[in-house]
């Protein structure tokens, strides 16, 4: 015979409730898994375009504009401003110019510090800012 000690202290609305907190906790736990496996193609596909990405140097808006040593823009045959170059720069040879201090195929090591200094003064709704701001995320570190 039992008797009311053998009983378990919380009763059984306060089990019900703890099943279904329980139960909560395994559907977000499945959620969270789901959301991993989204996550990681998605920055696998980031890291990918970053480095196939191209800038405009300078941006399509200044086309015929020289590049100056600092990285301004300046009329064509300006004093200390280099041409631009033929065509965009591709995203993995600027990040490794400004990772390692290589050069731009074709182009002298002037040319590529006038060209990196113009990079680095791309500002938000640029040609060429998206992909120089994805070249800094850590995942191309």
Do not use: F
């Amino acid at each position: 015979m039992r008797d009311a000690t053998d009983e378990p202290e919380t009763g059984p609305e306060e089990n019900a409730d703890q099943l279904q907190t329980r139960r909560a906790m395994l559907r977000l736990g499945g959620l969270g898994a789901a959301a991993v496996v989204t996550v990681k193609p998605g920055m696998a596909q980031a890291a990918t375009s970053a480095l196939t990405c191209s800038i405009p140097v300078p941006q399509g808006s200044q086309s015929g504009k020289w590049i100056k040593s600092n990285g301004d823009v300046v009329s064509a045959n300006a004093n200390d401003a280099y041409p631009p170059p033929s065509r965009p720069l591709a995203g993995e040879d600027v990040k490794n110019s400004l990772k390692y201090g290589t050069g731009y195929p074709g182009y002298d090591a002037n040319q590529t510090s006038a060209y990196n200094n113009y990079i680095k003064k791309l500002t938000m709704g640029n040609q060429g800012y998206t992909c120089y701001a994805s070249l800094q995320s850590p995942i191309h570190q």
